[in-house]
């Protein structure tokens, strides 16, 4: 595995690949890797010949108030967790801004609401370093978690508006053995704190056999209870339950399929 610090060298390999025709599939994190990340470079082997992984804590999508200093960067041990899982180029700069950079990418609909609410600006952050980290690894295929489902939808409208021509990948919800989703902010948690950020799985889990209002209602009456957790929004979008909770000064978002008045699909 090769890692790349400067931007520069990253588009030469990705313009290099491109006329030989290798297939690239590019997976953006934010480092500080669990089994989740993981799942996104396994799904990106089965369609590129090429993985790349980025390991970058954008600075443009975190509020003033937020957690951009004290984000985790075990950089030693993502490397060897991308080496394991089979990433071929980790793209990790130093910084992907010029100091007086004044251009951004903004989708201004979908970014609207649950966590564009709550984090004013985060997806004009979130949107313009995609289009950056694609115009630099120039994948075939970028790798998204559904986890952030909010994020997904939004890089999916851009990727559609500004005709970029790479193919939005979503993966599935990873979640730990007690149900939680992984995220690098679980290590923020207590003990104590774990255990009441479990609420929120448990949650979404008994009202997806629900409809959408009834769900909404439910969640967040069950949500309010729980000992610990502050809502931040529980919403009903596009067939999915989507919910944001603190728990002390951690911040998490999950969400699950409402399958209410749906047929399993009986496919084998
Ligand atoms: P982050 O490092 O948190 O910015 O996440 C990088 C990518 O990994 C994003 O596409 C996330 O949606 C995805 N991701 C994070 N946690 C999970 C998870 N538990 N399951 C699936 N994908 C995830």
């Not at 564009?116 to 985060?122: E, Y």
């Not at 730990?176 to 009441?196: P, V």
């Amino acid at each position: 595995m090769k890692v790349v610090r400067s931007p520069k060298v990253m588009q030469r390999m990705a313009l290099a690949w491109k006329r030989t025709g290798v297939k690239v599939g590019l997976v953006p994190t934010m480092g500080a890797l669990h089994e989740g990340h993981l799942s996104l470079v396994r799904l990106a082997r089965r369609r590129a010949q090429v993985v790349v992984m980025s390991v970058y804590v954008n600075p443009t999508q975190f509020g003033p108030k937020e957690d951009f200093a004290r984000y985790p960067r075990p950089f030693a041990q993502d490397r060897a967790l991308a080496q394991a899982a089979g990433v071929d180029v980790l793209f990790h700069p130093r910084t992907l801004y010029a100091e007086d950079a004044s251009t951004v990418v903004e989708e201004s609909v979908l970014s609207q609401g649950r966590c564009g609410a709550s984090r004013p600006g985060h997806f004009r952050g979130v949107a313009t370093v995609v289009t950056k980290l694609l115009l630099l690894a120039l994948p075939d295929v970028a790798v998204f978690g559904q986890k952030d489902a909010q994020q997904c939808d939004v890089i999916e409208r851009m990727v559609r508006d500004l005709n970029l021509p790479v193919k939005v990948v979503r993966a599935p919800v990873v979640r730990d053995r007690r149900g939680l989703a992984l995220s690098s902010r679980n290590r923020y948690l207590s003990a104590e704190e774990y255990e009441q950020a479990l609420a929120l799985p448990q949650t979404l889990a008994a009202v997806k056999g629900m409809g959408p209002s009834a769900a909404v209602r439910e969640a967040r009456r069950r949500l309010e209870q729980a000992p610990g957790l502050r809502v931040d929004y529980v919403e009903a979008v596009n067939g999915r339950l989507c919910a944001a909770i603190f728990v002390g000064r951690t911040r998490l978002i999950d969400n699950v399929a409402l399958t209410a008045g749906k047929r399993k699909a009986g496919r084998r």
